[in-house]
């Protein structure tokens, strides 16, 4: 079975604290992705990377940074979190496919759920 | 703005019967998706369909696309409790990027 793991299912931190949040997949996927889902707007597009070292970014891209150093590992960076990073983080990847990465299904994780206070 | 948008935002129905969630975009799309969440957790893909094809089946989903007006639709068939849910329609914007809808939520009530 294919498989995306978030490191972290809840996490507390407080404001202005840095936060990582992993995310790992064993399917030798080229694309990865970071979403943020928050009540009423769906899934924003944060970053999203299409290969080691690469990234590009979505929607939504201010307050975070990321890091691919490895194919299998994405990882979610807030520098300085604050209460309106407060929301449900999801990772997921696909594979590079017509030479864009939105022609297929996306793998998700099951989510972490992060809360600044 | 969002390139899916799901109607209606919440369906409540009793097992046995059927489940329409419709949803609408705004550009053109080489293919449209349907995922589903259930409570805190993760989407799983459900199905793909093309611009190409107008009507796909798997089980008991059924998942319409009329490029012409720029919709979508997804049937569940003889609804299940265990389909309690959050179902989100998914399109490239641009032909780049994946974007969702802020979905519906099923209820089915046993």
């Known amino acids: 079975d294919v498989k995306v793991t978030q490191s972290s299912r809840y996490l507390v931190k407080r404001t202005g604290e840095k936060v990582f949040l992993e995310c790992v997949q064993d399917m030798d996927h080229e694309n990865m992705f970071w979403y943020r889902q928050d009540p009423g707007l769906g899934l924003r597009l944060i970053y999203f990377s299409y290969d080691v070292k690469m990234k590009e970014k979505g929607d939504i891209p201010e307050g975070y940074s990321v890091s691919r150093e490895k194919k299998e590992r994405f990882s979610l960076i807030l520098e300085s979190a604050s209460t309106n990073q407060t929301s449900m983080y999801l990772c997921?990847?696909?594979?590079?496919?017509?030479?864009?990465?939105?022609?297929?299904?996306?793998?998700f994780g099951e989510g972490s759920r992060l809360t600044v206070l | 703005s969002q390139q899916g948008e799901e109607d209606p935002q919440a369906l409540s129905i009793q097992e046995g019967e059927n489940a329409t969630m419709n949803c609408s975009y705004k550009t053109s799309i080489n293919n449209l998706q349907w995922y589903r969440q259930n409570s805190g957790r993760g989407l799983v893909h459900l199905i793909l369909i093309r611009s190409n094809e107008r009507e796909k089946h798997s089980g008991r989903l059924r998942v319409t696309l009329d490029t012409s007006k720029k919709s979508s639709s997804l049937l569940i068939t003889a609804s299940r409790a265990a389909d309690t849910a959050s179902y989100f329609c998914a399109s490239p914007r641009y032909g780049n990027k994946l974007v969702f809808g802020a979905g519906t939520i099923l209820r089915v009530k046993s």
């Open positions: 997921a990847s696909t594979v590079l496919a017509g030479g864009t990465p939105y022609r297929g299904e996306l793998f």
